[in-house]
């Protein structure tokens, strides 16, 4: 079936740094969904791209889905100790079945 | 409102025991779904549902079935548990149908087979 491959597995920064995760497709998507679960937590929706190119920005976290809709992008500006979770994309193929799916995720530590 | 609400929190089961994992959610969403969650696995879907009275197989059903009881509840049962099903269950609700909607998810349900 469609894979949704989501790259690194894992990322350790100093608070204050930046960290980017991404998020490829081998076939065009629908959409794209980004979910943030904290340790010991359950995946909270963070927000959803559907256009081409297109950019969306929440505070300190920026969003892109590509030009071709097959890839993704999650940029986090100066982090902080908040930001410790793992982030998931979750996104359907434009000729595939009804429900998303989701990448293995990048689990983000942030050591003070 | 509480969300999407599940039952038990954590279970331990021998191989070959059955047991069901309750879900339910006062949001009046019409679609449910049930992951199992593993390291380094992310989510995988099991069973969803669109809406009351219809079931779909997802990624990994082998071992499962569902329950769409009513609108609010739907239920995952495992037969025969096996070591493999050890894992972290999670319910999640949709309003509508289809991949645009935002998926809320349970607290999840933390089973260990031995």
């Known amino acids: 079936g469609q894979q949704v491959m989501q790259i690194p597995q894992y990322q350790h920064v100093q608070e204050g740094e930046d960290f980017t995760t991404y998020c490829n497709s081998s076939t065009t998507l629908s959409n794209i969904q980004w979910y943030k679960q904290r340790p010991g937590g359950h995946p909270v929706f963070l927000i959803q791209l559907v256009k081409s190119g297109e950019v969306k920005k929440q505070k300190r976290l920026t969003f892109q889905f590509g030009e071709a809709k097959k890839n993704s992008s999650l940029h986090i500006t100066a982090t902080q100790t908040t930001d410790v979770g793992t982030y998931f994309c979750?996104?359907?193929?434009?000729?595939?079945?009804?429900?998303?799916?989701f990448g293995k995720g990048t689990s983000l530590l942030v050591t003070p | 409102n509480a969300g999407v609400t599940q039952t038990p929190k954590f279970q331990v089961l021998k191989t070959g025991q059955s047991m069901t994992l309750q879900c339910a959610q006062d949001?009046?969403?019409?679609?449910m779904y049930w992951y199992r969650q593993d390291p380094g696995m992310g989510l995988r879907l099991i069973y969803y549902?669109?809406?009351?009275?219809?079931?779909d197989k997802g990624e990994v059903p082998n071992g499962y079935n569902v329950s769409r009881l009513n609108k609010r509840e739907f239920s995952l049962r495992l037969e025969s548990a096996a070591p493999s099903q050890t894992s972290v269950y999670f319910c999640?609700?949709?309003?509508?149908?289809?991949?645009?909607?935002?998926?809320?998810f349970g607290p999840g349900t933390r089973l260990t087979v031995l």
């Open positions: 979750a996104g359907r193929g434009t000729n595939s079945g009804y429900a998303l799916n």
């Open positions: 549902s669109a809406s009351e009275g219809t079931t």
């Open positions: 949001m009046n969403h019409n679609s």
């Open positions: 999640a609700s949709t309003l509508g149908a289809g991949s645009y909607n935002e998926q809320f």
